[in-house]
């Protein structure tokens, strides 16, 4: 099975950016679609953005216009660039498949955004 690997989290400030990284250990193109998401504490985990096999990107409300998602297909990677990050995006975020019966979750990486 696919297992995925995410990386690039950290503390930062509000109005900073991250870029986000999720290294999957096969192709990540035998999916329909791979997305990323986020859990807050006490939350439930919430879907942020999403990226279809044939390129088309989704982003949620609250992130659209300030993250942006893509992938490197020969990389077997998916990214996540998040600018303007505000005190909510706190959480841990996750990368998973969309559209498809997610695999087992990877350990994440916290987004920590404060002052």
């Given amino acids: 099975q696919v297992q995925f ?3 690039g989290g950290g503390l930062v ?3 900073g950016s991250l870029r ?3 290294a999957a250990s096969g192709s990540i193109l035998s999916f329909p679609a791979m997305a990323w998401y986020r859990q807050a504490p006490g939350k439930v985990r919430e879907i942020v953005a ?4 044939n390129g088309d990107t989704f982003y949620q409300g609250p992130v659209k216009g300030r993250f942006t ?3 490197d297909s020969a990389k077997n990677t998916v990214y996540l660039q998040m600018n303007s990050l505000k005190p909510e995006d706190t959480a841990a975020y996750f990368c998973n498949t969309y559209l498809h019966p997610p695999l087992d979750w990877g350990q994440g990486t916290q987004v920590t955004v404060s002052s």
């Avoid at 999403?50 to 096999?53: D, N, R, V």
């Fill in 50 to 53: 999403s990226i279809l096999i």
């Fill in 13 to 15: 400030q509000p109005g």
């Fill in 20 to 22: 986000l990284s999720c």
């Fill in 5 to 7: 690997v995410e990386s």
């Fill in 69 to 71: 998602i893509s992938r």
